[in-house]
């Protein structure tokens, strides 16, 4: 899962419970008005200005993705798992 992903699923868990303003969402995922701007995945309706809610799409997702899929992992051990996974497929 990339890290796009997960900060996405941490706007959509954030949205879970009612619309929200970008400025909230913002102390969660610095970059939540950019994610919610650009709507990648299809997981947000703007509602008006600064203020977004969940679509069925999103609450799709929220119900596929485990909570334990939202934690960030270090960089160097993402690495690692990329590399054990390239090595055994070949």
Known sequence: MTAYRQRAIACAASLAQGPRR???LRSVVPTAPSI???NWYGWFTRIERGLYGLT????VALARWSPAALTLKPASDLAKRQVRLW????
Not at 56 to 59: K, L, S, V
Not at 87 to 90: E, I, Q, V, Y
């Open 22 to 24: 970008t400025s909230e």
């Open 36 to 38: 919610l701007l650009r």
């Open 56 to 59: 069925p799409e999103g609450i």
């Open 87 to 90: 090595r055994g497929a070949c």
